[in-house]
Nanobody, 124 residues
Framework: QVQLVESGGGLVQAGGSLRLSCAASGLSFSRYGMGWFRQAPGKEREFVAAISWSGGSISYADSVKGRFTISTDNAKNTVYLQMNSLTPEDTAVYYC?????????????????WGQGTQVTVSS
């Protein structure tokens, strides 16, 4: 029943910015966390950022700290990822995910539901 839909991906030049959105529907749990992960060609999916509703905690992968910002609109069950100073190393399919848990949100295994992904391509 839970559905996550990502949007906002595209092609940008190095140094540019994009804002990804993830709209969630069908959520029935009162507390949850949401996160962003990405997967580049030939690589495993990796953690990018996460945010917890109940605790208000935020975490980022070291590779994106200072460049990416995760935020939410709780009333709309939407999570955003503002990506600045993009480099070709950021090229990947970006996925959002949701979990009824609120801790250890950097761990992929904690998430139960995933979106379809949105492509981000950064040219040099």
């Amino acid at each position: 029943q839970v559905q996550l839909v990502e949007s906002g991906g595209g092609l940008v030049q190095a140094g540019g910015s994009l804002r990804l959105s993830c709209a969630a529907s069908g959520l029935s749990f009162s507390r949850y966390g949401m996160g962003w992960f990405r997967q580049a060609p030939g690589k495993e999916r990796e953690f990018v950022a996460a945010i917890s509703w109940s605790g208000g905690s935020i975490s980022y992968a070291d590779s994106v700290k200072g460049r990416f910002t995760i935020s939410t609109d709780n009333a709309k069950n939407t999570v955003y990822l503002q990506m600045n100073s993009l480099t070709p190393e950021d090229t990947a399919v970006y996925y959002c995910a949701v979990t009824p848990r609120t801790t250890a949100l950097s761990l992929e295994i904690r998430y139960d539901y995933w979106g379809q992904g949105t492509q981000v391509t950064v040219s040099s």
